[in-house]
C-alpha cells in the first residue's frame, strides 16, 4: 500500500530542489478574472421591434429587459453597462431628476398585439427599470453595471433636464459670456452635489460598475466652462485673464483639473458604499498617445486620463476608439492600443474596441470597407488582438437589435468563452 508521506515525498524532492534553482516562490499562480466582456445597453433601442406582427420586447417591464438581456447575452457578455439615462431623461425612477423620457411608442399593454400608441415613461414604470435589470444581472452571473453619458444634455434639445432647466445660474459660459442652455458648469459645487446624488441612486440600486462615457457630451469641451468660480480660480493660479482661445492647453489644463476632481468625488462616494464598485471611463481616440500626454483629450473633453491612473481614481480604461490607418486597420490598430496599455501599464483595467456602431467612422463597418472582410471576421481579430496584446477584456458598443449581426455575436462569444475566457496567469499572495 502506498502511503500518504510516501507519495508527496517525489513532489517534497521537487519543492526543494526548485526552491535551490530558482528561489522560494512568494506566490502560487491563478487563474486571474475572467477575460471581461463589456457589453453597453442602451436598452430604449429595443422598443418597438416586431417580429411577424408580434412585438419582441416591452422595455417598461421586467420580462422586457430579461428578454433584452437574453440577446445581450448572446455575445457572452460578462458585464452588463446598461444605460441609465438618455442625456438626462431618466430611464429609472430617479427621485433626484425628475424629467424622464417621454416618446411615442407602442405601450403594448393591451391583451393582443394591436399597436397602441401612447406614451413610454420609464421613470414611471413598475417596477423601477434600472433596479430590475441590475438584480437580472446579478441572477444570471452577470456584472451589473451603469453605462452614465458624461453630459447630461446629450445631443437634443429635449434630453435636457429639469434640474439644469431650474438652475440656469449654474448654466456653461463661452470666452464673450453666451450661456450654453440647459447644460451646467462643474464649477459650481452645487452642480456636483447634484451628479453625486445621482450617482448615490446607482449605488443604491445595485451597481458593481460605474462606466462614465467622454464621448457622450452633448458637444461639451472647455470652451463653455468660462464660468465665475473657474475663471476666478485661473486668475488665481495665473495671475491673468484667462486666455480668450478655447484651446489653449492652459485653459484646457486648468478645466481638466475640475473634471479629475468632480471623478475624485464619484470614487469617494462609491467607496462611501462599504461595496467594491468599480469606476471605469471611456475616452473616444484616445491614441496616439503622445507628448505631452493625452492633449487631444483634454482639449476636446477636458479628461486628463493619464492623471486619473496615476492618481489611483479609475479601475478600468475603455478605449471607445482609436483613429486607425485605412492603409493598415489592424496594424495600427494594434499600434495605437498597445501606446495605452504601455502608459497604463498594469495599473488599472484596460479594455479594447470591437464597435459594430460606425458614427465616427471607426467601428466594424469602416473596417469592412478598408479591408474586404466579413464583419464577423473583422470581429475575430479584433477580439485575438485585444486578447494577444493582454488587455482585460473588450468593450462592445451598444449591443441592440440589430446591431452586432447573429454571425458576429457567435464569434465574439465563442473566442471568449473559449481560448480568450481567461487573462494569462498571474502570481497572487
Same mark, same amino acid.
Given at each position: 500500500?502506498?502511503?500518504?508521506?510516501?507519495? %508527496?515525498?517525489?513532489?517534497?524532492?521537487?519543492?526543494?530542489?526548485?526552491?535551490?534553482?530558482?528561489?522560494?516562490?512568494?506566490?502560487?499562480?491563478?487563474?486571474? /478574472?475572467?477575460?471581461?466582456?463589456?457589453?453597453?445597453?442602451?436598452?430604449?433601442?429595443?422598443?418597438?421591434?416586431?417580429?411577424?406582427?408580434?412585438?419582441?420586447?416591452?422595455?417598461?417591464?421586467?420580462?422586457?429587459?430579461?428578454?433584452?438581456?437574453?440577446?445581450?447575452?448572446?455575445?457572452?457578455?460578462?458585464?452588463?453597462? !446598461?444605460?441609465?439615462?438618455?442625456?438626462?431623461?431618466?430611464?429609472?425612477?430617479?427621485?433626484?431628476?425628475?424629467?424622464?423620457?417621454?416618446?411615442?411608442?407602442?405601450?403594448?399593454?393591451?391583451? #393582443?398585439?394591436?399597436?397602441?400608441?401612447?406614451?413610454?415613461?420609464?421613470?414611471?414604470?413598475?417596477?423601477? =427599470?434600472?433596479?430590475?435589470?441590475?438584480?437580472?444581472?446579478?441572477?444570471?452571473?452577470?456584472?451589473?453595471?451603469?453605462?452614465?453619458?458624461?453630459?447630461?444634455?446629450?445631443?437634443?434639445?429635449?434630453?435636457?433636464?429639469?434640474? +439644469?432647466?431650474?438652475?440656469?445660474? @449654474?448654466?456653461?459660459?463661452?470666452?464673450?459670456?453666451?450661456?450654453?442652455?440647459?447644460?451646467?458648469?462643474?464649477?459650481?459645487?452645487?452642480?456636483?452635489?447634484?451628479?453625486?446624488?445621482?450617482? *448615490?441612486?446607482?449605488?443604491?440600486?445595485?451597481?458593481?460598475?460605474?462606466?462614465?462615457?467622454?464621448?457622450?457630451?452633448?458637444?461639451?469641451?472647455?470652451?463653455?466652462?468660462?464660468?465665475?468660480?473657474? /475663471?476666478?480660480?485661473?486668475?488665481?493660479?495665473?495671475? &491673468?485673464?484667462?486666455?480668450? #482661445?478655447?484651446?489653449?492647453?492652459? !485653459?484646457?489644463?486648468?478645466?481638466?483639473?475640475?473634471?479629475?476632481?468632480?471623478?475624485?468625488?464619484?470614487?469617494?462616494?462609491?467607496?462611501?458604499?462599504?461595496?467594491?464598485?468599480?469606476?471605469?471611463?471611456? =475616452?473616444?481616440?484616445?491614441?496616439?498617445?503622445?507628448?505631452?500626454?493625452?492633449?487631444?483629450?483634454?482639449?476636446?473633453?477636458?479628461?486628463?486620463?493619464?492623471?486619473? =491612473?496615476?492618481?489611483?481614481?479609475?479601475? %478600468?480604461?475603455?478605449? +471607445?476608439?482609436?483613429?486607425?490607418?485605412?492603409?493598415?486597420?489592424?496594424?495600427? *490598430?494594434? +499600434?495605437?492600443?498597445?501606446?495605452?496599455?504601455?502608459?497604463?501599464?498594469?495599473?488599472?483595467?484596460?479594455?479594447?474596441?470591437?464597435?459594430?456602431?460606425?458614427?465616427?467612422?471607426?467601428? =466594424?463597418?469602416? @473596417?469592412?470597407?478598408?479591408?474586404?472582410?466579413?464583419?464577423? &471576421?473583422?470581429?475575430?481579430?479584433?477580439?485575438?488582438?485585444?486578447?494577444?496584446?493582454?488587455?482585460?477584456?473588450?468593450?462592445?458598443?451598444?449591443?441592440?437589435?440589430?446591431?452586432?449581426?447573429?454571425?458576429?455575436? &457567435?464569434?465574439?462569444? *465563442?473566442?471568449?468563452?473559449?481560448?480568450?475566457?481567461?487573462?494569462?496567469?498571474?502570481?497572487?499572495?
Amino acid at each position: 500500500m502506498t502511503t500518504m508521506a510516501s507519495s %508527496g515525498l517525489p513532489l517534497l524532492v521537487a519543492a526543494c530542489v526548485a526552491a535551490m534553482l530558482y528561489g522560494v516562490p512568494q506566490a502560487v499562480s491563478q487563474e486571474k /478574472a475572467r477575460f471581461e466582456v463589456a457589453a453597453w445597453v442602451d436598452h430604449f433601442d429595443f422598443a418597438g421591434i416586431r417580429r411577424e406582427g408580434k412585438y419582441l420586447f416591452d422595455t417598461e417591464t421586467v420580462e422586457g429587459c430579461a428578454a433584452i438581456l437574453d440577446h445581450v447575452q448572446e455575445v457572452g457578455a460578462t458585464t452588463i453597462l !446598461w444605460r441609465n439615462c438618455g442625456g438626462a431623461t431618466m430611464r429609472y425612477q430617479s427621485a433626484v431628476e425628475a424629467h424622464h423620457h417621454e416618446s411615442k411608442l407602442d405601450k403594448r399593454r393591451v391583451p #393582443d398585439t394591436r399597436p397602441i400608441y401612447g406614451w413610454v415613461r420609464y421613470g414611471e414604470a413598475q417596477p423601477d =427599470i434600472l433596479r430590475s435589470a441590475l438584480r437580472i444581472c446579478r441572477e444570471r452571473g452577470l456584472r451589473p453595471g451603469v453605462h452614465w453619458p458624461y453630459e447630461e444634455t446629450h445631443w437634443s434639445g429635449w434630453t435636457i433636464g429639469g434640474w +439644469n432647466l431650474e438652475h440656469p445660474q @449654474y448654466w456653461g459660459r463661452t470666452v464673450d459670456g453666451h450661456a450654453w442652455w440647459g447644460r451646467c458648469s462643474l464649477g459650481w459645487e452645487e452642480v456636483v452635489r447634484h451628479k453625486l446624488a445621482l450617482v *448615490t441612486e446607482l449605488v443604491d440600486r445595485g451597481i458593481e460598475v460605474l462606466f462614465i462615457d467622454f464621448y457622450r457630451t452633448g458637444g461639451w469641451s472647455p470652451a463653455y466652462e468660462y464660468v465665475e468660480p473657474v /475663471a476666478r480660480s485661473y486668475r488665481e493660479a495665473h495671475g &491673468e485673464e484667462p486666455p480668450v #482661445d478655447p484651446q489653449d492647453l492652459r !485653459w484646457c489644463r486648468h478645466v481638466a483639473g475640475y473634471v479629475t476632481g468632480y471623478l475624485r468625488r464619484v470614487r469617494e462616494t462609491l467607496d462611501a458604499s462599504g461595496r467594491k464598485i468599480d469606476l471605469y471611463v471611456g =475616452i473616444p481616440e484616445i491614441a496616439p498617445v503622445g507628448d505631452p500626454m493625452g492633449v487631444r483629450s483634454i482639449v476636446a473633453h477636458g479628461a486628463d486620463w493619464p492623471t486619473w =491612473i496615476d492618481q489611483g481614481l479609475i479601475d %478600468g480604461l475603455v478605449i +471607445n476608439s482609436v483613429r486607425w490607418d485605412a492603409e493598415d486597420p489592424m496594424g495600427s *490598430t494594434r +499600434n495605437l492600443c498597445r501606446q495605452v496599455m504601455k502608459l497604463v501599464h498594469g495599473r488599472c483595467r484596460v479594455l479594447w474596441p470591437v464597435r459594430q456602431y460606425d458614427f465616427s467612422g471607426f467601428g =466594424i463597418p469602416s @473596417y469592412r470597407k478598408a479591408t474586404k472582410l466579413p464583419d464577423e &471576421e473583422i470581429a475575430r481579430r479584433l477580439v485575438e488582438m485585444a486578447w494577444e496584446e493582454g488587455a482585460d477584456g473588450i468593450s462592445l458598443e451598444c449591443v441592440d437589435y440589430g446591431n452586432y449581426r447573429e454571425k458576429t455575436r &457567435e464569434v465574439i462569444r *465563442t473566442l471568449t468563452t473559449g481560448k480568450c475566457k481567461f487573462v494569462r496567469t498571474e502570481a497572487v499572495p
